[in-house]
């Protein structure tokens, strides 16, 4: 086992403000618990889904980075694509861990949030329901695998040796429960036809938000792992970019396809066409989030390493705006009480974010990301 780094350094500038936001969103979030949602949010009966709701469907497609690495590196055989498997998980774990935390604010009555687990109080025709399950289920999974990353710096082997004997099993369980509830998200919206914009609302959701999955955790990894070796001044890996790149832009392709077989089909492309808001919106989703990620990975930009990591970067931009306007902006309607985030809402978003930023940056500051070469696959 590669020695872990001891020495001491001078704690990044960026620590403290990332601390701060955390702890006001801490604070606020017990506030929040004691007051209700009323003095907290501005959701209403015309409104009853917010901000939160937004993030969380970005943040889950965003974690896919831990199914998607899983599935190439264990199941497709591609050995190199295991080097990224630790930070493409640690991601995916921190990003669910914030879903459900922000799910458990969300939640009205929360000191009841357990009933989603009661046999007599489960609901087997929810999606929501499914999704809640699948989720718990699923950061239990991611949370088996990070495992390693902590238990290697005080030389714990027993439970190491035992989940590297069982990975397979443990990363196959964990990639059905990730597909099942990346394409749950998008069946939610299959009863909102009456509601949702036509250019988003389509019978093939559940597929659009699937594929999505894949290349935004495939633009996830990108990103991380780029990130981390600048920071940590590690050589990069061009060849493991590029092929996460190509990976990527195979993704989006395909998304890109049924997207557009979908307008093609249901005949809406005039309403692309239309001077209004919501078509030029499309557009701009499309342009920024699908055709500037796949002109950087169609290009010979793909071998450079700031080539993936800015697809990454755009198609990420590109899911946002695709589930903004899905959970809020395409559902909205003509109402009295029109729905803004509270500043407590925006506050314990923007701390949450900042807590996942600064709990993955001090792992990769203490902690080792990246395993030996013979310790990439388990051993029997």
Known sequence: MAALDKTKKPMPVAFYPLLALTLIAIGLSIYRLAVGLGPTTNMSDYSPWGIWITVDLFLIPVAGAAFTLSLISYFFGREHYHKAVRPAVLAGFLGYVIVGVLLFLDVGRWPQFYNIFVPGFINVHSFLEEISLCVALYTIILLIEVAPIFLEKWNIKTPIRWIKRSIYVIAGAGIVLSALHQSSLGSMFLIMSHRLHPLWWTPALPVLFFLQAGYAGLGTTAIVITLIWKAKKMPVDRVLLRRIGQAMAINLLLYLAVKAGDWLGAGEIPLLLRP?????????????????????????????????????????????????????IGLALPSPH???????????????????????????????????????????
């Open 276 to 328: 209004d808001a919501f078509g030029w919106l499309a557009w701009f989703e499309i342009f920024i989030g699908i055709f500037v990620p796949l002109a950087i990975l169609l290009s010979k930009l793909i071998s450079h390493s700031a080539g993936p990591f800015w697809a990454g970067v755009f198609a990420l931009i590109g899911v946002f705006i695709n589930r903004l306007v899905i959970t809020w």
């Open 338 to 380: 029109p729905y803004t985030p509270h500043w407590i809402e925006i506050m314990i978003t923007i701390g949450m974010i900042a807590g996942g930023f600064l709990v993955y940056g001090m792992v990769v500051r203490h902690f080792r990301l990246f395993p030996d070469r013979q310790e990439a696959y388990p051993t029997n």
